[in-house]
T-cell receptor, first 113, second 113 residues
Framework: NAGVTQTPKFRVLKTGQSMTLLCAQD?????MYWYRQDPGMGLRLIHY???????AKGEVPDGYNVSRLKKQNFLLGLESAAPSQTSVYFC????????????FGSGTRLTVV | GDSVTQMEGPVTLSEEAFLTINCTYT??????LFWYVQYPGEGLQLLLK?????DKGSNKGFEATYRKETTSFHLEKGSVQVSDSAVYFC????????????FGTGTSLTVIP
């Protein structure tokens, strides 16, 4: 029962570099989400997907892109990292409906210098 | 729009003290309500939930009652332990086409022996 797996767990980037965060779930969930967590601001939704091949913008999408080519994977890309993107990133997934809540990954701590 | 307002922390309690963390929400209709807990260095875990008015969610000694009339979902525990030290998030979920969740900003709890 792996649940939701995020890689990598830690990363340091220089301003302007690019990277991709990978989220994988093995629960056959339709919905997947990327959040960022910043002190005093809780969790803010970056992008989400309601199924394979679909993506949609959340509350703070600027500077990020996503793809969901396979149902089990949801990738978050930073094309040109900025210090404002220093944060902890969480992926989550959810089956149909809200009854069971989200299942979260353990997070990726990203520092942009 | 939908939102969650959560009691600000940090909260420091002595072991065996009574805990209340306030949470109120703004939403149309009857959203499902959740409490999540985040231990240091980990992702969020579902603590308890309630899906309709007057429901009481409970888990590990924690309780919260869905109060439609006051739009509240306060978290309580009668006797906290050191192991309860964590950040607690209130959330409302299952909204919109993306089945999105909205999280409060989190309340940090530290329990001292």
């Amino acid at each position: 029962n792996a649940g939701v797996t995020q890689t990598p767990k830690f990363r340091v980037l220089k301003t302007g570099q690019s990277m991709t965060l990978l989220c994988a779930q093995d629960m056959n969930h339709e919905y997947m989400y990327w959040y960022r967590q910043d002190p005093g601001m809780g969790l803010r939704l970056i992008h989400y997907s309601v199924g394979e091949g679909t993506t949609a913008k959340g509350e703070v999408p600027d500077g990020y892109n996503v793809s969901r080519l396979k149902k089990q994977n949801f990738l978050l890309g930073l094309e040109s990292a900025a210090p404002s993107q220093t944060s902890v990133y969480f992926c989550a997934s959810n089956g149909q409906g809200s009854y069971y809540g989200y299942t979260f990954g353990s997070g990726t701590r990203l520092t942009v210098v | 729009g939908d939102s969650v307002t959560q009691m600000e922390g940090p909260v420091t309690l002595s072991e065996e003290a009574f805990l209340t963390i306030n949470c109120t929400y703004t939403a149309t209709g009857y959203p499902s309500l959740f409490w999540y807990v985040q231990y240091p260095g980990e992702g969020l875990q579902l603590l308890l939930k309630a899906t309709k008015a007057d429901d009481k969610g409970s888990n590990k000694g924690f309780e919260a009652t869905y109060r439609k009339e006051t739009t509240s979902f306060h978290l309580e525990k009668g006797s906290v332990q050191v192991s309860d030290s964590a950040v607690y998030f209130c959330a409302l979920g299952g909204r919109g086409t993306g089945n999105q969740f909205y999280f409060g900003t989190g309340t940090s709890l530290t329990v001292i022996p």
